[in-house]
């Protein structure tokens, strides 16, 4: 067997035949034809005030409707669109999508908030992201004040990054930390990018169990977040102790399952009238 043949040719066979390696390769080979026949579609997840619990935008979240593993979640595809560079047709698509919907939601006489949109640090340290953003935008018949950008810190590590989000914020694209509170997350490179919002990772939300001040650094977060004057979301709220929680302790903006799942956008216009109704959600 090829464990008997020794440890190293256990480690090759391993490697050689590891079924992920193969699956994503096959993934790989299929990006450009996926592109082509329109397999990537978003879905909304509703981002609620926790003032007024009304809904005031949403965050826009890849999926692709593979013709052969079906519904592939953003974690199955993005790492590797990273690496291959795809993530750069891809990002333009994201972005293609939004726009379009949000043009489609004005048609229909849908209130129309802010979509954010999730922004590769690849497609940031491009030249002409900046252009291509507000060039979507405005075909589309919209304003600037219609998209929001979900940045990691990553991006804020690279000089032609930091440069396009200068231009982008000065043009009016709003601009979001997102994951804050998973890397080095600190405050110190704030001051260098014009983010207006700061998103509280799931991972810190998830130590929040009651209303009483358990979970230190989300409120401390809020505190300093406020200081800068950035608006503070959080991600990944499931119960309602965590929308009671972060209320007090000041946050502005709440997304998450307990308010609503990623849904498809045909899917928004009947959740808004039920939301609207519910006023037990607190
Ligand atoms: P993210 O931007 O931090 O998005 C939040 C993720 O948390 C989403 O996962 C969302 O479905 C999930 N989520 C929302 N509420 C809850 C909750 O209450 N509990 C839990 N457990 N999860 C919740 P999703 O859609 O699988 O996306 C994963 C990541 O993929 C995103 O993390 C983002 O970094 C990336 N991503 C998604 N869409 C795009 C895109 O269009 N372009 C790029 N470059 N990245 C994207
Ligand atoms: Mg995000
Ligand atoms: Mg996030
Ligand atoms: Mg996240």
Not at 21 to 47: G, I, K, T, W
Not at 106 to 131: G, H, M, T, Y
Not at 168 to 180: I, N, Q, R, T
């Amino acid at each position: 067997s090829a464990k008997k043949a020794g440890r190293g040719q256990y480690r090759f066979f391993d490697q050689s035949l590891n079924l992920k390696d193969v699956e994503e390769f096959h993934l790989e080979q299929s990006f450009a034809e996926a592109l082509r026949n329109r397999e990537f579609v978003l879905h909304y997840q509703p981002q609620v005030c926790l003032d007024s619990m009304e809904v005031i935008g949403y965050e826009a979240l890849v999926r692709w409707h593979h013709p052969e593993f079906g519904l592939l979640f953003p974690d199955r595809f993005i790492p590797m669109a990273e690496n291959s560079g795809f993530v750069i047709p891809l990002g333009m698509e994201v972005l293609r999508l939004a726009c379009a919907q949000i043009a489609q939601w004005k048609v229909d006489n849908v209130p129309v908030r802010p979509v954010a949109v999730n922004v590769s640090p690849i497609q940031l340290a491009q030249q002409e992201f900046c252009r291509d953003v507000i060039n979507m935008i405005h075909q589309h018949g919209l304003k600037t004040c219609h998209l929001e950008l979900e940045i990691t810190e990553t991006a804020m590590l690279d000089a032609k990054a930091v440069e396009s989000l200068h231009s982008l914020k000065a043009a009016g694209v709003k601009l979001s930390l997102d994951d804050f509170g998973t890397g080095y997350s600190g405050f110190a490179h704030l001051e260098a990018v014009p983010v207006d919002k700061l998103k509280i990772d799931r991972s810190l939300i998830a130590k929040i169990c009651n209303s009483h001040d358990d979970s230190p650094i989300v409120s401390s977060t809020i505190i300093l977040a406020k200081r800068m004057d950035l608006k503070v979301v959080a991600e990944g709220v499931e119960t309602r102790e965590q929308v009671v929680h972060l209320k007090v302790a000041g946050c502005d903006i709440a997304q998450g399952y307990h308010l609503s799942r990623p849904m498809p956008p045909e899917d928004v216009p009947g959740f808004l009238r039920t939301f609207a109704e519910a006023e037990a959600v607190v």
